[in-house]
Nanobody, 123 residues
C-alpha cells in the first residue's frame, strides 16, 4: 500500500553537494518520523539523520553541520541536503518512514524502506 522511492544519488567530487529525495506514495494518511540511513561496503547500516512529524531533526556526529534533512508533507517527501561531501560519505543511502495509511475502513501504521540510492564521493 505504501512505497518509498529515493532519488538524487550519484557521483560527486569531494567538497561537492547532492540532494536526496524520498517520495512516499500510496493511501497515506500521515508520515510520522522519517530517517536517512547509509551503508558502506563491509559496514553496518547507520542512521545519518532523522526528522520527526513536527520537523525536529537529529544528525549523526559525522554529518553534523554538513547534512540537512527537511520534509514537505504536502508532497509526502523528505529531503537530505548533503554539502561538503567527503569520500567517507560514499555509501548506499536509504530512507525509512513510519507511515499511517488507510485500507478500506481501517488505518494502519507500518515501517517502510526505500530501495536505496548510491552516493559516491571521489575525485
Amino acid at each position: 500500500q505504501v512505497q518509498l522511492v529515493e532519488s538524487g544519488g550519484g557521483l560527486v567530487q569531494p567538497g561537492g553537494s547532492l540532494r536526496l529525495s524520498c517520495a512516499a506514495s500510496g493511501s497515506i494518511l500521515s508520515i510520522n518520523a522519517m530517517g536517512w540511513y547509509r551503508q558502506a561496503p563491509g559496514k553496518q547500516r547507520e542512521l545519518v539523520a532523522s526528522i520527526t512529524d513536527a520537523g525536529s531533526t537529529n544528525y549523526a556526529d559525522s554529518v553534523k553541520g554538513r547534512f540537512t534533512s527537511s520534509r514537505d508533507d504536502g508532497k509526502n517527501t523528505v529531503y537530505l541536503q548533503m554539502n561538503s561531501l567527503k569520500p567517507e560519505d560514499t555509501a548506499v543511502y536509504y530512507c525509512n518512514a513510519d507511515v499511517t495509511y488507510y485500507s478500506g475502513s481501517y488505518s494502519y501504521t507500518n515501517d517502510y524502506w526505500g530501495q536505496g540510492t548510491q552516493v559516491t564521493v571521489s575525485s
